[in-house]
């Protein structure tokens, strides 16, 4: 059975990723960075999510002499030209203070009207292989921001974030009904084809 490696060590992610390749009739032997503790996590340098994505896709492929999928995601808002983007987990200046890093968001956007609090999450999926192959997708969830934090599930700016045609923030979503609409799911989803195509 070909392996196929997840650059996270987020069992999160790895779980998704595994139901998205079952209902496509995609079976590999699915492990993450954690199955490999000697590799050094990637300094995300790039630009763009994408670019984010595909270092830590190669990285691993190259370590590891498999296939390696990686993503980088975060919350894009319109009326600050795309930011927080790929600095979305450090946009209070310390890297995963979610607290922080919302808190600080809401405070810049306070004197935005409602109309204008456009936003939504964007995931760059990559697919990395041993040879230097590369493909990535990118799924968008579209939606508004709220002024205050609602709902107790997901993480970073999950609380704020009401989807477009919904009444609830992502934090209210249950889990099953965020990865149904999910930037991430949507991203992971379009790698279905590439893997067939790629991996077989």
């Known amino acids: 059975m070909t392996r196929l490696i997840l650059a996270t060590r987020n069992h999160g992610k790895l ?13 590999y032997e699915l492990d993450c960075a954690d199955a490999y503790p000697d590799i050094p996590d990637v300094k995300e ?8 994505a595909l270092l830590k896709a190669h990285a691993l ?24 983007g790929i600095f979305s987990a ?3 200046g310390s890297h995963g203070d979610d607290r922080a890093n919302l808190t600080l968001l809401l405070d810049q956007l306070s004197d935005i009207p409602d109309p204008h609090r ?3 999450f964007t995931c760059a999926a990559a697919l990395a292989l041993p040879d230097g192959t590369e493909r990535v997708v990118e799924g968008r969830l579209r939606g508004t921001l709220r002024r205050e934090p609602a709902g107790t599930h997901g993480f970073g700016y999950d609380p704020i974030l009401q989807p477009d045609g919904d009444t609830r923030t992502c934090a209210e979503l249950t889990p099953e009904e965020k990865n149904e609409i999910s930037h991430r799911g949507k991203a992971f989803r379009g790698l279905v ?8």
Do not use: M, Y
Not at 15 to 27: P, S
């Open 45 to 52: 340098t790039g630009v763009t999510f994408a670019e984010n």
């Open 193 to 200: 084809p590439v893997l067939r195509e790629l991996v077989g």
């Open 90 to 92: 450090r946009w209070s």
């Open 118 to 120: 456009a936003a939504h």
């Open 61 to 84: 492929a190259q370590a590891t002499g498999h296939p390696a999928v990686a993503d980088d995601s975060g919350l894009c808002v319109d009326v600050l030209g795309g930011a927080p």
């Open 15 to 27: 779980t998704e990723l595994k139901a998205i390749l079952a209902a496509a009739d995609l079976h």
